[in-house]
């Protein structure tokens, strides 16, 4: 392990980190503290994903501020060989030599690692077994499909079985079906096997299948930083009813007791209390007012996609004039 | 098809990694592994080399038997043969060194073709990434290409050369090789080796300096070949001898002259050849360390 010490609460921090490619600014003034677990990094693209896992394994000098990760900083030579020996690294391209097969290229990688040749040979065919590549270990790369491509740099980060896992768009090209595997290997690790696991990803439905906490980046900018429980949890004045009978009536009432009503979809209606704290008794008052029967009713949850879309607009506001 | 009794789970790693693996190794091995995998360019270029090896030996052999026997016969005969031989073949240590120059050509191709690749794949692919994600420094990445490049070096010029060495040793009269011409053999090892370093670190040098083989191979040729060709026309044409010292095989000509002591070209300044080069060399090394630092970390 690391020898410096570190909050166990905290596996990555950045403080004021940031990265300029030229004039343009890829990352600015980050500063996060990611918890153990499973993370997602999500983000447009170019909103600086990519360039932070870079900066987080010493691959990228930040123009500014610091990192840490596992108490290790990226910048000092110590520091880097460190990180590379706790974390496993699956990159976004097809940095797969063409000629290699699975078998020699994750056992070359283990090794390269500071694995013992026979524990390197073992272990390549338990993460070749785990990533479901069995029948193709043998096989030159150059014949792998896009998933098993994406599975082989799984298994290649998990050769050395590190603590952290730094995905890179782990499900960039896949099939519905290869996507599927690919996000149960990930949940696995992560739920199943204690693995941190920082996924960087595009895809919103990625982060919610698999990662407790969610990192939002544009444009080099944290957006949002929060458990998808904490973000996702019910607000405290909305409500989802079901009104299968007398739905208008209903509705028409709301107003009157000074109820909002946000949508509605037939007999489905979202609505808002008035006050904060109030209680949905008086929808139960003008449901029997009104004649209309009141079948459910439960808090509204907002998706983490509704989260995801309002802190993206909240920055497109700030950038409009 | 997956059977249905076998079910992938995850299994923790419960080994240790090493203090200090030879993580250049590694690279070598795994560098050695994909130059061979490909047989016909593999059977192209070792062949000259053992060809030249085979023909080398038996020359050796033959000059030491054919000597041996005409002066087993005795008489004025015999000597006036021997000698005779000798004019024609020149004598075993000359034989020796031309085969050696021999083979270092051979070599450079070999050498140029598994080394134009080693870098300029990796920048291609970006198997950059995966390397330096793991704990292996730029020295150590360096020097496992630099491995893996000299053992085709190795190949190609070191064995040939302790064969037919071996075969001089071996053939020799009462060991006279050995007793006389000794210095043939650190001399051979020296000028091997010297050869082989240097050319590695320029053609990965060149290597590293584009992402695609063909044009790292473009670009060994140019700077050895076509620039050895254009100094000697240029140098001819202006008559200044020093431009020859831009073609690295026009150095090494005169290194191994010096270093064996055959003068066959008067005009050559063999201190300038070693300058030029350690320049070769130290230029190349400069160069790959720059570039192979930008593919471990950029700024």
Redesign the interface.
Known sequence: MSESSHDPKILIETSGLGKAYGKVQALNDLSISVPPGAVGLLGPNGAGKTTLL?LL?????PTTGKATIVGQDPRT?HGR??I??H?G?M?E????????TGV?LVS??G??????AE?AMT?TH?VL????L?EARYRPVTGFSTGMKQRLKLA?A?V??PQILLLDEPTNGLDPKGRRQMLELVA??AQ??GKNVLLCTHLLPDVERTCEHVIVLQNGNVKLADSVAALTQADGDRYRLSVPRGADAFCEALPNAGVILESREQDRCLIRLPGEGQSADVLFQIAHQSGACLESLEPAKSSLEDVFLSAIQAEGEEVSP | MKATTHAEVYRPFSGELLEHPLRPLTLARSGIRLGLRKKLPAFLLFTPAVITALVGAIRVYLMYSFSDMMQGQGGISGMQVTTALQEVLGDVATNVVFFVKTSAYFALLAMTWFGAGMIADDRRMGANLLYFSRPLTRGGYLMGKLIGLMFFGLLTLGIPSFVILSTAVFSSPDWSFLRHEADVLWKTALFASIWILTVSTIVLALSSLVNRKTLALTLVFGTIIVLAGAANVAADSLEISEIKLLSLPYNFEVFADWLFGQDLNPEANSTHSLIALACFALGGMALLWRNVRKMEVVG
């Open positions: 870079k394994l010493g691959l990228l000098i030579r060989l460190t590379r020996e974390v690294y990159p391209g097809d940095c797969l030599l063409p000629e290699t020699e070359m990688l090794r390269l690692t500071g694995m013992k524990d272990r338990e077994d785990y990533c479901q069995e290649q998990l050395h079985d696995d690790l199943n096997h």
